[in-house]
């Protein structure tokens, strides 16, 4: 196992951080929205929820989230929203581990919306997300997408999520790798997922680790086109390592609060 999958280096706190702020914002514009009963929350590569050196992961953010927001607008007497949240791994050990973390720490309530896991390999676990975003009705939705690598990762699936017209999703990738590849000869994983953008003969050179994000988000949003932004955020980790965070979304609001929480983020840091 990478040693990152089982310890929180700081580029994952970073990551965590934005993904905490956002989803804050997030929950308290949708319960204020009117028409919005649900948000469907999904986290495709959940993992174990707590990293052996304490960090917390995705599954534990969301859901500490959900209860602050919860509990504040209760005591608000705002509007209650649900959260239906399905944590996804491959590795039935990682989301067994997170589930016995959120019984120990009592970080879910039914009262708060469903809370299912599931053991599906990512690329038969998209269309199972896309077929229930677009089934549910009155609910907006939030997908994470944290890969180990990104070789099953495609632009299409990314695609097929925004068509619903109702949701948002957040892509980490470790591009630092990515561009160190495209260097020495392109392996097949990287082809294929350039490839599923533009054609190959069209992809321009990067000349540095952020050269590739800013090709890389210039492709996105050309194979997207006009009815979705794409913005992204460029964690560093040592001198010229850099990993990004993509956020895609058809809505200006949710544009406009992930630039918010970006900006908070960089005067902190």
């Not at 580029?11 to 009117?34: D, T």
């Not at 050990?93 to 708060?112: D, G, M, P, Q, R």
């Not at 160190?180 to 069209?202: C, N, Q, T, Y």
């Amino acid at each position: 196992m990478k040693d990152s999958q089982s310890n929180m280096f700081e580029h994952s706190e970073v990551k965590v951080k934005l993904l905490n702020l956002y989803i804050q914002k997030y929950l308290n514009i949708l319960s204020r929205a009117q028409g919005i009963e649900k948000v469907q929350l999904y986290d495709l590569f959940c993992g174990e929820g707590i990293y052996e050196n304490g960090g917390e992961g995705s599954p534990i953010i969301f859901l500490k989230a959900i209860k602050d927001v919860y509990y504040r607008n209760q005591a608000a007497g705002q509007k209650i929203i649900q959260v239906d949240c399905v944590f996804n791994d491959l590795e039935t050990w990682k989301t067994e581990k997170v589930k016995s973390i959120v019984a120990n720490k009592k970080l879910h309530y039914s009262t708060f919306g469903d809370l299912r896991f599931r053991n599906v390999d990512y690329t038969k676990a998209v269309p199972l997300v896309v077929d229930q975003i677009a089934k549910v009705k009155k609910s907006k939705a939030f997908v994470f997408i944290d890969p180990y690598g990104y070789k099953e990762v495609r632009a299409s699936q990314i695609k097929s999520i925004l068509l619903t017209k109702k949701s948002e999703v957040l892509l980490f990738l470790a591009t630092q790798f990515m561009f160190r590849f495209e260097r020495k000869g392109i392996p097949e994983a990287l082809l294929s997922f350039i490839e599923d953008l533009v054609p190959k003969e069209m992809w321009p050179n990067s000349h540095t680790g952020i050269d590739f994000i800013e090709n890389l988000k210039s492709a996105f949003r050309n194979y997207l086109g006009d009815e979705f932004f794409v913005d992204s955020f460029i964690i560093t980790r040592d001198k010229n390592q850099y990993f990004c965070l993509f956020f895609f979304t058809s809505h200006i609001y949710g544009f406009d609060k992930m630039l918010e929480a970006k900006w908070e983020i960089d005067s902190e840091e």
